[in-house]
């Protein structure tokens, strides 16, 4: 997927400022052996990264043939940083001792010159390409995620007067995704409107209100629902037409299609943005999430199958408690209530004002016959949210499940726990 970047960047809404926000170099990966095969995986590790984290929405990765001038163990970071033109260093160490492999990496901030993780990853050198694939996948699946949040935590910290639509979308995030209340949500609408009238022509900004303004319809905060649907599709059509290959657009479009009742529309979305970007590891989330609210059997496994590869590949992502939430609905869907359990308490321990998370887990509770513990989660959700009702709740489901079973999985142990009426 190398060069995707350059490939549509033509028709994406990017401007080459906005860009630099997120900017990667890799440094060739060295290898702590004197085997020249050990220093050949390493280097085959080194492009795989390369190659994928080309592929993460909003991220500028530096040229190979530019950044492999470089060895990490003796390059001064900051100046590389400053001559490649890039804010983020990855670099990384391999160790082998008979048949098992050793990969650490680290990723820096090149302006403070600070580390913002290390992490090591362990394998059995069995198959050696497939080695190399997969810690590469976990290492791109951490370093995406870490640069999302540390984007967002940068744009909070600044005042609103100062940003541009680049830094107020950040923002807007760091509202949605850290700070979860019905008036974070209208917090980052405001962001997101702001940043569509500085910049027209900022597809992302366009997807993100999409996406926000349809979220105050699904989390039943929205004072008009019919306006804000129309307004959502409106926002998500004009960023189509302006982006309409690129992957952080068509992920937020094909989540409101998801969650305004249009499902097969939000699978071929979604499908079209990890195709274009295979380690856009939130457009595979938001996949599985259709997948398991409103999918067949088959296709709920699939959103399953997915969920569980998210989660081993990038455990600190900041959507795990999304995606946990997820996983708690597919296992619903799939009627293993009693597994649905576990991922929907650490769900709201992550994100304990996402209320919808919690209603899932009542519901969970409830199915699994801990009626109390039910009782006690749809007491909490209603406390951050009193305005949810249960016919709205139950019209929101209807809304993305369509049939009467696929519903009833999702509101079955509501029933029993009292909260929702009986079926007639």
């Known amino acids: 997927m190398a060069g995707w970047r350059q490939r549509y960047a033509s028709s994406s809404g990017l401007r080459p400022g906005r860009e630099e926000r997120a900017s990667l170099s890799v440094l060739p990966f060295i290898s702590l052996s004197a085997d020249k095969d050990d220093a050949y995986l390493a280097a085959g590790i080194t492009a795989e990264l390369t190659s994928a984290l080309s592929g993460i929405p909003d991220l500028r990765v530096a040229s190979p043939l530019a950044s492999f001038r470089y060895q990490a163990e003796s390059a001064d970071l900051k100046a590389v940083a400053k001559t490649l033109n890039t804010r983020y260093i990855l670099t990384g160490t391999l160790r082998h001792a008979g048949q098992r492999i050793r990969v650490t990496a680290t990723l820096t901030d090149a302006v403070p010159g600070s580390q913002i993780w290390t ?62 209340t019905p008036e974070g949500v209208h917090e980052s609408l405001n962001l997101l409107r702001r940043a569509v009238e500085l910049d027209p022509g900022y597809a992302a900004a366009h997807s993100f209100l999409s996406i926000y303004v349809a979220q105050r319809v699904v989390n039943f905060i929205s004072p008009t629902p019919e306006a804000d649907i129309a307004e959502s599709f409106a926002a998500g059509a004009k960023a189509l037409e302006l982006a309409p290959r690129d992957p952080e657009v068509l992920q937020n479009v094909g989540l409101i299609h998801f969650n305004l009742g249009r ?96 209603f899932e887990y009542a519901n969970a509770l409830g199915q699994a016959g801990r009626l109390d513990d039910a009782r006690k989660e749809i007491a909490t959700a209603l406390a951050i949210n009193p305005t949810i009702t249960p016919a709205g709740y139950i019209e929101g489901a209807t809304r993305v499940c369509y049939t009467a079973p696929r519903i009833e999985a999702h509101v079955a142990g509501l029933r029993a726990a009292g909260w929702l009426p009986p079926v007639d």
């Open 263 to 358: 499902y097969e529309d939000s699978v071929a979305i979604l499908t079209r943005a990890v195709k274009v970007a295979p380690f856009n590891l939130v457009a595979w989330g938001y996949l599985a999430c259709a997948h398991s609210w409103s999918g067949g059997k088959s296709e709920v496994e699939e959103g399953l199958r997915i969920l569980d590869r998210l989660l081993k590949t990038a455990p600190d992502h900041p959507s795990v408690p999304y995606w946990l939430y997820f996983r708690t609905s597919a296992l619903l869907s799939l009627g293993r209530a009693q597994e649905a359990v576990d991922p929907g308490r650490h769900a709201v321990e992550l994100q304990p004002y996402y209320y919808l998370a919690r």
């Open 119 to 180: 992490k090591q990853y362990e394998r059995d050198l069995e198959d050696i390409f497939a080695v190399q694939e997969e810690i590469a996948a976990e290492i791109v699946g951490a370093t995406g995620g870490e640069i999302i949040r540390i984007g967002a935590e940068l744009a909070s910290r600044s005042a609103t007067e100062s940003l541009d639509a680049w830094g107020l979308v950040r923002k807007a995030y760091h509202f949605w995704n850290h700070a979860f």
